[in-house]
Structures are given as C-alpha cells and as structure tokens.
C-alpha cells in the first residue's frame, strides 16, 4: 500500500459574513500562500488499526484511539471511514502539517479536514468527489462553528472563489482581471462560535433591524459578484469599506480591527473590512499591486502581527 498525501489552501471571505449565516450570498476566496498537507504512511509491521497521528505545528504525536472523541482528526477519520464502510484503517502514521495560522480566519480547521478526508479516503482506495469531501469537511466544520454556514469547506475544498448561499448549489466565479487582496493579522484570537452567538441573541432580540442589515449586506456581495465577473475589481473597495460598516454595526468589529482598516485606507488601499468572525483575527484591504508594500508597513506599524498578499487570479 503506497503512501498518500493531500493539502489544501486556506481562505478568506471577501464580503458577506455573518449574514450568510441567514441565507445572505457571500463570496470567498482561496488563499494558496497558505495550506494544510495531510501525510499517510502505511506500516505494514504494525498491528490493523494502530493508527499513529502526528500534527508538530500544534505539538500532537498520539495513537489515534487516545484521542477524545471530539478531537477533529479523530472526527474526520471516523467520518470516512463510516461513508466507505470500512471497518478501521490499516496501521499508518498520519501527519498533519499546515502553515495556516490557527483561530485567525483563514479556514484552518476547514483545511485540515478537506486535505484529512481526501487523504484517508485516498489511502483506502476511494477517493470521494469534491461535493462528498466537503460534506463531510461540513460535518468537521460543526465541531469549530456550531451551526456553521458551510462556506469555509465549500471555498476550500473546491479551492476557486465561490458566490455561496446556503444550502444552494455552489456558483463558482469567473475572474476576467486579477485583483490584489492584502490579509492583515491583528494576532487577537476569537472564536466564530462567540460572534455568531452574540450576532444572532443580538438578531432575536431586534430582528428587523438585524434582518435589514443582512440584506443590505447580501445587496453588497451580489453588487461585488457583478464588479468581479465584469472585470472591474477596483468597484470592490467601497463595497469592502460599506461593508466593514455595517459589520461595525453588527459589533463585530473591534478597536484592533478598526484601525488597522483604517491604516490600510490612509497608505493607500481602494477600501477595507474585517474578514470572517470578527472581533479579532484577520482583516483584507484591496490593493494596486504597486502599494502592496507601504500599505503593508502601514498595517504592522498599526499592530498587524501578520500580513499576506493574495493574488485573485484570472479564471474562466
Ligand atoms: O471566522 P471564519 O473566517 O471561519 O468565518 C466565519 C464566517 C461566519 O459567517 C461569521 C460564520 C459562518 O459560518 O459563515
């Protein structure tokens, strides 16, 4: 039995969270600068099911038995396993490596499981198709989230820029002119669970205003779709910078993220926003390719921990 390896990138929601959650359209985008590698090594001297499970980056070498039953590894193989119905894997060594920063954003959890899945169901013979994979990704997804959206497992699995509503049929884009994102880390960790809680005890309590929030955000991701398919990406920073604001008035914002949104503007940047739950993690600017680098320094000298281009490439 050979070895198997499967990654997959991280990912960035360009316009629509949190609505979403409330069957808004949102739009993301893969992030390759970053990914997750998934590993399996068979050992054909060790006993079935002996399954040795290594993630360095997070200080994990464990059997995979010792795991807790809500470990996400462990979730994701038993997931697998169940779909091909198979009883327990042969004895390998899975290793899990990934340079997408954790809790920030970037769909790390969603990654892990997209390049896990695909690996085991590999290394079993069956690889799964890309609806299967994310599916199941979707049900890693619940251990993170809760009631997640599905639209970290959808990005990343089919690694394109999606315009996602929930529970329709995916829509990829198409890109005619390339664009230029710069992420920007506040290094602040903030569970999505904790803001899409606080979002929707906020949208019971008053849920026209709310509601009427959501669709003016989900009129922001349709208004950004056109900007994207016509091939004019510049329209993006007022729609991110009408965008933030109404995040602003979801109080899912913080005063980390106001400035360096705000740091990004003054260097230069076409618009910003906070990106993904909020309240810490990460924010995205557009950008001319040719002050990626002063608004780059403009966001760490505002505390930006991390900063990562990402070019939006063409695609048909
Ligand atoms: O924190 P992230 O990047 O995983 O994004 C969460 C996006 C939300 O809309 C806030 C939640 C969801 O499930 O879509």
Redesign the pocket.
Known sequence: MPAFAASAPG???LF??????YGQP?I?VPVSQVKTRALITPNPAGSTGFVRIQAPDIGLDAKLEDLPADNPLLVAINLVIARLGVDRLPACTVRISSTIPV?????S??AVAVAMIRAVSAFLGHRLPDERVSALAYEV?KI??G??????NTVITYALPVFYI?HLPIETLTVPREFTILIGDTGVS?P?SV??GD?RRSWQAEPDRYDAFFHQIGNISQTARLAIEEGQPEKLGLLMDQNHELLQKLD?SSPELDRLVESARFAGALGAKL????RG??MIALVRPDSLELVANHLRIAGAVRTIPSIIHRHR
């Open positions: 990912k960035i929601i629509g969270e949190h609505a979403v959650v949102a993301a809790a920030a954003g970037l769909g959890g969603a997804e993170h989230h009631t997640p959206s599905g639209i970290d929930r903030s999505t803001t899409v979002v899912v990106s993904g739950g909020g993690g990460n």
